[in-house]
């Protein structure tokens, strides 16, 4: 059997974080998500995927919520997805 890794729920989390906030450095976003064991590469699949924006600022990434990452937080949370 193949195990499938469902990341529907720890991308809701991160996109209701960024909801709230607009934008956040990435270790903030981590810190305030402690349940889920976030990486970057956790952020930049996001970020290819259209739901978030990363630029990298001082000494890490800021993190930003895009109109395509509001959307798919609509579609998760009516259960369209």
């Given at each position: 059997m193949r195990a499938v890794?469902?990341?529907?729920p720890r991308y809701a989390a991160v996109l209701r974080v960024?909801?709230?906030?607009?934008?956040?450095?990435e270790s903030d976003v981590s810190r305030m998500l402690h349940d889920h064991y976030l990486v970057t590469d956790d952020f930049r699949e996001m970020?290819?995927?259209?739901?978030?924006?990363?630029?990298?600022v001082g000494d890490e990434y800021i993190i930003s919520?895009?109109?395509m990452g509001k959307v798919w937080l609509e579609?998760?949370?009516s259960g369209k997805l």
């Open positions: 890794d469902d990341n529907r960024l909801h709230s906030w607009k934008q956040l450095p970020e290819d995927q259209g739901l978030l924006t990363m630029e990298f919520f895009t109109l579609q998760y949370e």
